[in-house]
């Protein structure tokens, strides 16, 4: 295990105040005090109210179409059902998600586990009257050692449940891809699925680590597959998905895309990787590669999209993925300052825009079904905050619109 402090205190601590101050914006909850873990409090929801990068634009001031109360409990059975017998190909499924319609209920999953060893659950808004769906990975940062998982908490730890959940519907309102009155949401009739975050480990873990004498779970691979049985089983035969997430949640749509693949093989499958690139080589420091697939065992995830080439440059997991997934639309947001990705990768906020231009120069521009929206500025996370982003005269909310409508006008954008 890779000694995190010796690579530079001031690295360490820079690391935990940005990640702290984006989980201020997200309601992450308390972290945990060193040594110990604490309770996740409210939501994982990385990327409420954003900096502005120019431009504004409302909502439509309607008759509300969703309850905005607190969540309801699941009426169904808590455990991951059965499989579906009938079914002679395609992944395993599980007992079919029964919620009322427009409103957002928190289905407990016995089979799934925050970092320090709770189960967690997913929040569901369905639609009867629509058969898209966006699914989309909440945030909160990340951990990989004892350093950043116990002393500096640059994670939001568990627990994770229904009442974490409740608090954290009041940034899931207006202005956000989940607002069902706006006009300029083009997600406003999907159903939407929240995969909560409580593990550490980018939604890609799969194993379990000790870190000083206390073991940590790094399940986030795990609770997706519990997941995905039963949202499968709840949309037979949806005709768009979109895969989104924010900041820590944006790696987890780029990795977890091909498992949603698997259970809509049918759908015209889109993916949103919000204020989280795979930047090119070192500029994703090699020791915190490593650490991430000794102590995730990220290389189950990465390995069958991208195989050795991601070692030692995540960024070839975009034409990877690009390429295992021909027909989706695969859209690549950041500011090019980010504040919080510069600090999660020790880089100024002149290296991080270099670093981002290359990325989008070398690697994105070439493929065919990548797209990328390039902001001035530092602000860190769009998809709860549109209307607050605005790059080349083009408006976020526009971008998104065209993405998902297969427009042509769906191009990439940079200041």
């Known amino acids: 295990m890779i000694d995190f402090i010796a690579r530079g205190a001031s690295r360490s601590f820079a690391i935990a105040a940005a990640l702290a101050s984006a989980c201020a914006l997200a309601a992450c909850g308390s972290a945990s005090t060193a040594g110990s873990v604490a309770d996740g409090g409210a939501a994982t929801l990385d990327g409420g109210a954003a900096a502005s990068d120019g431009g504004s634009r409302g909502s439509d001031g309607g008759a509300p179409l969703v309850d905005g109360g607190a969540a309801q409990s699941d009426g169904g059975p808590t455990d991951a059902g059965a499989p579906d017998a009938g079914a002679d190909a395609g992944p395993p499924l599980g007992a079919a998600i029964d919620a009322a319609d427009l409103t957002w209920t928190f289905v407990d999953f016995p089979d799934s586990t925050c970092d320090e060893g709770t189960p967690t659950g997913l929040g569901i808004n369905k639609n009867s009257a629509s058969n898209d769906v966006v699914i989309f990975f909440a945030g909160g940062g990340a951990c990989w050692d004892t350093a950043t998982c116990q002393q500096l908490n640059t994670s939001t730890h568990g627990p994770y449940r229904g009442a974490q959940f409740t608090a954290s519907l009041g940034n899931l309102g207006s202005g956000t891809i989940f607002d069902r009155n706006s006009t300029l949401n083009p997600f406003k009739t999907f159903n939407y699925v929240i995969v909560p975050y409580c593990t550490g480990d980018l939604h890609a873990g799969s194993a379990d680590a000790t870190y000083d004498g206390g073991v940590f779970h790094h399940r986030g691979r795990t609770n997706a597959l519990a997941f995905a049985k039963r949202v499968g089983a709840t949309f037979r035969n949806p005709g768009k998905v979109v895969i989104a997430g924010s900041s820590t949640g944006g790696f987890g749509a780029l990795l977890n895309a091909p498992l949603w693949r698997e259970y809509f093989p049918a759908a015209k499958l889109y993916v949103i990787d919000d204020s989280a690139p795979f930047l090119v080589g070192d500029a994703i420091p090699a020791t915190t590669r490593a650490a991430w697939f000794s102590s995730w065992n990220l290389a189950a995830v990465v390995d069958p999209t991208c195989g050795q080439a991601c070692r030692n440059n995540l960024a070839a997991f975009y034409p990877a993925l690009a390429a295992r997934l021909p027909g989706a639309r695969i859209a690549v947001i950041s500011s090019l ?64 619109t065209w993405l998902v409508t297969d427009s042509a006008s769906w191009t990439s954008k940079r200041p």
């Open 337 to 400: 300052q980010d504040n919080v990705i510069r600090a999660l990768f020790s880089e100024s906020g002149t290296q991080l825009e270099s670093n981002l231009t290359a990325l989008a120069n070398d690697v994105l521009t070439p493929l065919a079904n990548v797209r990328y929206f390039l902001l001035a500025g530092q602000s860190h996370t769009t998809l709860l905050s549109p209307s607050s982003h605005i790059t080349a005269t083009t408006e976020l909310w526009d971008w998104l």
